[in-house]
C-alpha cells in the first residue's frame, strides 16, 4: 500500500520559513516524481513545484519566485519543501503527490498518489 504523509506544518509569523517533509512509503520512491501542492481556504488546489526523479530537476510555480526549494532523499524515501520569506497569502494545506509521469505543468490529474496534507498557517 502506497503511503505519502507530511510533516512540518505549524504556525508562524510572515517572514519565518519552515520546512516540510514527505515521506513515502510502498513504492520505488526514485521512480516517481514529486510534486507539491496546497489548497488554501475557499481556493482551487495550486500546483507548488515538482522535482524529477533524480533531483536534479525542479520546477517551480512561478509565484514561489525562489522562496521555496524542493530537494528530494533517495536513500530515505523523502522529499521536502524548505520555504523563506513566508507570506500570509502561503497560509494552506501543503500535500505532496508522487507520479510516475506528471510532467512540469502541475496537472494534479496526472499523479498517481497523494498524501493527506499538513497545514501551514502563517500571521502577518
Known amino acids: 500500500q502506497v503511503r505519502l504523509v507530511e510533516s512540518g506544518g505549524g504556525s508562524v509569523q510572515a517572514g519565518d520559513s519552515l520546512r516540510l517533509s514527505c515521506a513515502a512509503s510502498?513504492?520505488?520512491?526514485?521512480?516517481?516524481?514529486m510534486g507539491w501542492f496546497r489548497q488554501a481556504p475557499g481556493k482551487e488546489r495550486e500546483f507548488v513545484g515538482v522535482?524529477?526523479?533524480?533531483?536534479?530537476?525542479?520546477t517551480y510555480a512561478d509565484f514561489v519566485q525562489g522562496r521555496f526549494t524542493i530537494s528530494r532523499d533517495n536513500a530515505k524515501n523523502t522529499v521536502d519543501l524548505l520555504m523563506n520569506g513566508l507570506k500570509s497569502e502561503d497560509t494552506a494545506v501543503y500535500s505532496c503527490?508522487?507520479?510516475?509521469?506528471?510532467?512540469?505543468?502541475?496537472?494534479?490529474?496526472?499523479?498517481?498518489?497523494w498524501g493527506q496534507g499538513t497545514q501551514v498557517t502563517v500571521s502577518s
Open positions: 522535482i524529477g526523479f533524480s533531483g536534479t530537476s525542479v
Open positions: 503527490a508522487a507520479g510516475t509521469s506528471p510532467g512540469r505543468k502541475g496537472v494534479a490529474a496526472l499523479y498517481d498518489y
Open positions: 510502498g513504492l520505488t520512491f526514485s521512480k516517481y516524481a
